[in-house]
């Protein structure tokens, strides 16, 4: 029988959190992303100690998609990435409602927008247009504010510079992973590599604090 993910390859391996069996490609792609795997699968502890080489290509994929994104940013600009990253991978709308990739362009472009209207003396709030993005912006928005009650350095340019890395990002990544949520599939995966032992931004903001 075909895999009930992809429905194409044929399933091999019973899978503990879907109680189906699916193929190895489905199991290995979407381990911890769009499968929730519980700790004591097999499968999620043999790919932690010997990852196969369909995942080590998807790794190197997705970072070949991601750098673009990320070209020009200096590394506190990248852990300011990461640190918005995260609340969007921690974000759940209400009800019934599904956060999009374009939801995530729209609530960056609409804080990035803001912040660079302020950087020229100027109050304006701009709105994102959807109601999920809206309530991301309003977030990401307090996020960056208790960031700044903390101590936290974080001029409007630079935040305003690392948002619209993330608008673009949440953009251009469907061109090379078709899809309306092809870029958080993508940065789900690569958090949940960083939270597996890779190399990792520092998750804390004070270690954003420019000398």
Partial sequence: MSCPLCLVRKERRACPALRQTICPVCCGTKRLTEIQCPEDCVYLASAREHPAAIVRRQQEHDIDILMPTLQGLTERQHQLFF????????????????????DVAEAAAAIASTLETAARGVIYEHAARSLPAQRLATEMTTMLAEMREKGVKVFDREAALVLRAIEKGARETRKAEPGETSYLTLMARLLQRNREGAPSPPSEPRSLIIP
């Fill in 83 to 102: 640190l918005f990253q995260s609340l969007i991978a921690r974000h759940t709308p209400e009800g019934f409602a599904r956060l999009l990739d374009d």
